[in-house]
């Protein structure tokens, strides 16, 4: 049994009646080597900051609900951040967001700190600790040190993941299902597969649903984004994460997957068509505009697990390319009508255009070739699940396929589903309370 050391604690208060402890754990980097190498991870706990008329003792065990954040490899941001607080907190919780390993603030992954490790493969090594399955142990040594002081009967606690977040909550339920409540699940229910192989076969239709959107909505930017590729090809462009080259403006697909999507991806198109038609070159803010809706140099762990996170006794062996190259759609031909522009997925041609991923390429293919994931997911356990889980799911969820998800949810025993065609994949972010309203219906309603 590994319990997480508690290094700092530090409170303060925000505004909005927050009262914030910003926390700081070590934890071993493998669980089956406890007394080995350890991490550093971040935490930030939240609860109501009331001033009574008069002083009482503050109660220290409100309930935990532990929130885990998408990705892979994006930390939490400001608590305040985040509409859906207020709900949870008048719900009697106290909450904890948690930078999972590598990244926020806990141990961040970048190709200097990853260097100190050594070779390629002792990174790629290293790396192998950082999917959802240490993830969860991370929360379980955490989650012993928070408790400590509760009554055995209170040491339980809940979750939230969105996203990558609920694929963590799918394996704390095979792992640990005795150290949970509940579990409330934003467009997270895991694709229960052993390759990105199925997963990718279903998500590049969705990403060609959402460019068919994209250019019924805005049917003049098919000629503006051929000539904004077509100057890509012809000339290099430097940005600051690198080079901006026509695959990566294509990658910029990834913004349809949520609220809003299309017309923010309009509003880049527009920008740097116009720059061409005006000056006949990206102005420094469009391309400052474009490099930041990038981001794969911030979030190394994003590119070099991807694939990883769907993993089960198999390689990935670059699924998303291997796909690609028999989907015309998604080819850049300028003599198509529209070229389509591609979605979540990582490519080789990542590790040539950002010169932060560049220094880890050798790391990314020797991950993409390993064949030795442990198992993440346990279907006999969640056949016989106890623990309530409330999951939201999207028909038009470009990042977690409909299909996927649901047969998912059959899996589950027990599980509540709410079901919408209404919202996108960051439903939790962008419709936050209209969202909690209907997972907490899920969870407070009686049966009729």
């Known amino acids: 049994m590994v319990v997480a050391k508690l290094i700092d604690k530090r409170l303060h208060n925000v505004p909005g009646r927050l009262r914030v402890a910003e926390l700081f754990f070590d934890v071993p980097v493998d669980y089956s080597k406890p007394n080995e190498a350890t991490l550093r991870l971040f935490a930030r706990s939240v609860r109501r900051f009331n001033t009574p ?7 220290k065990q409100l309930p935990w609900l532990v929130f885990l954040q ?4 994006m930390g939490c941001r400001a608590p305040q951040e985040y509409g859906w607080i207020s709900t949870v907190l008048d719900k009697g919780y106290q ?3 948690l930078d999972q390993r590598g990244t926020g603030l806990s141990s961040t992954i970048t190709a200097g700190t990853l260097a100190r490790q050594g070779n390629a493969i002792k990174q ?9 399955d240490n993830i969860v142990q991370d929360c379980e040594a955490i989650r012993k040190c928070l408790t400590a002081e509760y009554p055995e009967e209170k040491r339980k606690w809940s979750l939230i993941g969105q996203s990558f977040g609920g694929f963590c909550a799918v394996t704390y339920l095979s792992k640990f299902p005795e150290s949970l409540t509940e579990a409330f699940i934003c467009g997270g229910l895991p694709p229960l597969v052993d390759t990105p192989d199925p997963v990718y076969a279903h998500t590049y239709g969705k990403v060609a649903q959402r460019n068919a959107a994209y250019y019924d909505k805005f049917p003049e930017d098919a000629d503006r984004v051929k000539r904004i590729l077509r100057f890509l090809k012809d000339n290099t462009v430097a940005v600051s994460s690198g080079t901006l080259t026509p ?3 294509q990658q910029l697909g990834i913004l349809f997957g949520a ?17 061409l038609e005006t000056f006949g070159f990206f102005t420094h803010p469009t391309l400052n505009l474009i490099d930041n809706y990038g981001g794969y140099d911030n979030n190394i762990i994003y590119a070099v697990l991807h694939e990883a996170i769907y993993c089960q006794g198999k390689a990935s062996y670059w699924s998303a390319d291997r796909l690609r190259s028999s989907l015309p759609q998604f080819q850049i031909d300028h003599e198509k009508e529209q070229i389509f522009f591609t979605g979540e997925m990582i490519y080789k041609d990542m590790f040539d255009s950002y010169s932060e991923l560049q220094q880890v390429k050798e790391v990314a293919d020797i991950l993409a070739s390993t064949d030795d994931w442990p198992v993440l997911y346990d279907e006999a356990q969640l056949a016989e699940n106890q623990v309530p889980v409330y999951a939201a799911t999207y028909v038009d969820d470009m990042y977690v396929h409909f299909d996927l998800a649901t047969a998912t949810a059959a899996k589950i025993k027990g599980i509540k589903q709410f079901i919408t065609n209404t919202m996108y994949h960051d439903a939790l972010r962008s419709r936050s309370d209209e969202l909690m309203r209907q997972l907490f219906s899920l969870r407070d309603d009686s049966i009729d």
């Open 70 to 73: 998408g990705g892979p490899g």
């Open 247 to 249: 695959a990566r403006f």
């Open 53 to 59: 008329v008069e002083p009482t003792k503050e109660d």
């Open 124 to 132: 790629a090594e290293y790396l192998k600790n950082f999917r959802a």
């Open 259 to 275: 609220h809003g999507g299309l017309d923010t991806m309009h509003d880049l198109v527009l920008r740097a068509w116009n720059d």
């Open 95 to 97: 909450v904890l967001f």
